[in-house]
């Protein structure tokens, strides 16, 4: 394991430990920080052609009449 250090203002310091109080700090921020990951990796990676969003969309459409 890496070891990562952060200067932050004492407030968001505060904040922090207000808002995780009695959980495993290192546990938050790994998942906070995979979850950063995945979102930049998300805005960075083009959209799916339109073609494959219709038929995405289909398939909805398709699983909600067949529910009824």
Do not use: C, W
Request: aromatic share 6%; glycine share 4%; proline share 6%.
């Amino acid at each position: 394991m890496a070891t990562m250090s952060f200067i932050v203002p004492d407030d968001l310091k505060k904040a922090f430990d207000k808002a995780y109080h009695g959980q495993n700090k290192s546990a938050v921020m790994t998942e906070l920080i995979k979850e950063s990951i995945e979102k930049e990796v998300r805005k960075r990676t083009p959209p799916p052609h339109f073609a494959g969003q219709i038929k995405e969309m289909g398939d909805v459409i398709n699983t909600l009449s067949t529910e009824d």
